[in-house]
């Protein structure tokens, strides 16, 4: 059976969300002007959950937290598009 994991709200931007409800808690995503996501942060404690550096070619660098937080570079790719979770191909 299938269950909603995330829920991502759109504001500003076109093509990638502002803000992901996980477990009942908000999550502010931080973009940078490409719309790489570079910050998760709880919007309520202000507590940064996530910290993504990237390459001019979007290899990550750094990753304050995959093991805990894979959201943002598993869903969201270097430059903004969506990644599939079944056949991790990038829908632009």
Request: aromatic share 12%.
């Amino acid at each position: 059976m299938s269950a909603v994991v995330n829920h991502f709200i759109y504001a500003g931007k076109a093509n990638v969300p502002e803000y992901m409800v996980k477990g009942g808690e908000t999550y502010r995503l931080i973009t940078d002007q490409l719309g790489s996501v570079r910050l998760v942060v709880n919007s309520q404690t202000g507590e940064v959950k996530q910290e993504i550096d990237y390459d001019a070619w979007g290899n990550v660098l750094s990753d304050t937290n995959p093991v805990d937080w894979p959201y943002a570079r598993s869903i969201i790719v270097f430059v903004g598009p969506w990644r599939s979770n079944v056949t991790w191909a990038i829908i632009v």
